[in-house]
């Protein structure tokens, strides 16, 4: 149940939706007792749903975590060659040769998000819908 409430809260069309849907389940997890899922939810609201401060197009790009996946495959895919090193010196080397070389190409080749979309996508204000000051008391 609760894993299908955070899911539905990533799925919404748009920032507001996205907010009013972690609004709707904060209050079906309090009326449940799970109030401290409630508390860890609150508490990471901000990190969680920080990809919704971006343009709608690049959602997909921000939540997955498919790059980080890939760059440990090819660590793990590299370091299994070498099979033991023979200090800790030696695996730094070829694990920062490894993330050199991941940053030249994400840098210039495989660019998922432009930084002229980016410049004009940040928000900052809070959300409309933010359950939090409701809950804490704070609210006008």
Known sequence: MIAALVRSIFEQPDRKTTWAQLADGVD???????NDVV?????????VLA??????GH????RSNNPQERLNKEIRR???????FPNRQAVI????ALLAEQTD???IARRCVSIESLKVSRTDAPAVNDPRP????TAN
């Open 39 to 47: 508390d860890y939810l609150l508490d990471a609201a901000d990190d």
């Open 28 to 34: 079906k997890l309090t009326q449940a007792g799970f």
């Open 134 to 137: 409701a809950i804490d008391g």
């Open 93 to 96: 080397r070829l694990v920062g």
């Open 51 to 56: 990809f919704s401060a971006f343009p709608i």
């Open 59 to 62: 959602w997909p790009k921000i």
């Open 78 to 84: 590299r370091t299994d060659v070498v099979g033991i």
């Open 105 to 107: 190409e994400w840098a």
